[in-house]
T-cell receptor, first 111, second 118 residues
Framework: GQNIDQPTEMTATEGAIVQINCTYQ??????LFWYQQHAGEAPTFLSY????GLEEKGRFSSFLSRSKGYSYLLLKELQMKDSASYLC????????????FGTGTRLTVIP | GAVVSQHPSRVICKSGTSVKIECRSL??????MFWYRQFPKKSLMLMAT?????????EQGVEKDKFLINHASLTLSTLTVTSAHPEDSSFYIC??????????????FGPGTRLTVL
């Protein structure tokens, strides 16, 4: 089975840096995804990690440690529009590319 | 590229009726399509996975006779909620992935369908 944990809510200040953690326990691992989701909308892809280390893409970076079952999403230079839910999802080893999502972290950016 | 559409975006129906939701991949062939359900302030829960031309694989606890999934072509999958009840009210999201190509790792999500059963 899969068990994916994230903090439920976080608050950060505009212009600051925030780190959203995700820990997972899965029966098989084939990559970890981070998605952003605004209320009432579908998730949008942010990042993908399958090997250990840091992946950087503009203001967003994602880190993975497979041995620790741990990932984080780092958001720099926070903007008000970054207020959203951030979903950590793990892909299993079946050929279907199934994704299993954590509960999501609701980030509120304040002025 | 990799655009997925859903129709309708919003539907309100009476209890006991059936509702069909369509999911289309507009510019790629989706070998696999996924259906998720999301309750307010909760994360996405995978309901079922379907491959074109074969029966869907349902997650534990999802009634296959209630949630009928058809994946008749490489660009279209449908989810029919049969005899809908108020507890079926939710946000239904589909996604699609392709077997090959530079983005074969990803699932591309549709915009979602909000179902309200009165």
């Amino acid at each position: 089975g899969q068990n994916i944990d994230q903090p439920t809510e976080m608050t950060a200040t505009e212009g600051a840096i925030v780190q959203i953690n995700c820990t997972y326990q899965t029966s098989g691992f084939n990559g970890l995804f981070w998605y952003q989701q605004h209320a009432g909308e579908a998730p949008t892809f942010l990042s993908y990690n399958v090997l250990d280390g840091l992946e950087e893409k503009g203001r967003f970076s994602s880190f993975l440690s497979r041995s620790k079952g741990y990932s984080y999403l780092l958001l720099k230079e926070l903007q008000m529009k970054d207020s959203a839910s951030y979903l950590c999802a793990v892909r299993d080893l079946t050929g279907a590319n199934n994704l299993f999502f954590g509960t999501g972290t609701r980030l509120t950016v304040i002025p | 590229g990799a655009v997925v559409s859903q129709h309708p975006s919003r539907v309100i129906c009476k209890s006991g009726t059936s509702v069909k939701i369509e999911c289309r991949s507009l510019d790629f062939q989706a070998t696999t399509m996924f259906w998720y359900r999301q309750f307010p302030k909760k994360s996405l829960m995978l309901m079922a996975t379907s491959n074109e031309g074969s029966k869907a694989t349902y997650e534990q606890g999802v009634e296959k006779d209630k949630f009928l999934i058809n994946h008749a072509s490489l660009t279209l999958s449908t989810l029919t909620v049969t005899s809908a009840h108020p507890e079926d009210s939710s946000f239904y999201i589909c996604s699609a992935s392709q077997l090959r190509g530079p983005r074969s790792n990803e699932q591309f999500f549709g915009p979602g369908t909000r179902l309200t059963v009165l």
